[in-house]
């Protein structure tokens, strides 16, 4: 699967606008953007494994596709959603616990970069990626 391997965070593009959006109070969106954040992404079949980790918490995620689990973001917020594979390209969809609006996100590959992108209530935000 071409989402395996290590990603750092490179670039972001509307991510303070995105976390604004989301809520997000200044001083954590200010932190977010420096996070400096690392995924290591392994998929065996149905199943992923996404180790997490930034300046901020290490976080190991497992989930299979199309079966919902709940994940907790950086800042707090509760999510509860699935992923689903659409072609080469890695969707979820979320609910937040806390006032039921949907947060969707993608993990595509595009020209040898991971694109993670975001929307929220109209907002749309990228956070491109490099192999580490």
Do not use: P
């Amino acid at each position: 699967m071409a989402l395996n391997g290590t990603w750092k965070n490179d670039r972001n593009e509307n991510y303070d606008k995105f976390m604004e959006q989301m809520g997000i109070n200044m001083v954590k969106r200010k932190l977010a953007e420096h996070d400096n954040l690392k995924l290591i992404i392994e998929q065996n079949g149905d199943k992923f494994t996404i180790k997490e980790s930034s300046n901020f918490r290490t976080k190991d995620v497992e989930f299979t596709l199309g079966v919902q689990f709940e994940y907790t973001m950086a800042d707090g917020t509760d999510l509860t959603g699935t992923w689903v594979m659409e072609g080469e390209t890695l969707k979820g969809t979320f609910n937040r616990k806390d006032n039921g609006k949907i947060l969707t996100t993608t993990r595509s590959v595009v020209g040898g970069e991971l694109v993670q992108c975001y929307n929220y209530e109209g907002v749309d935000a990228k956070r491109i990626f490099k192999k580490a």
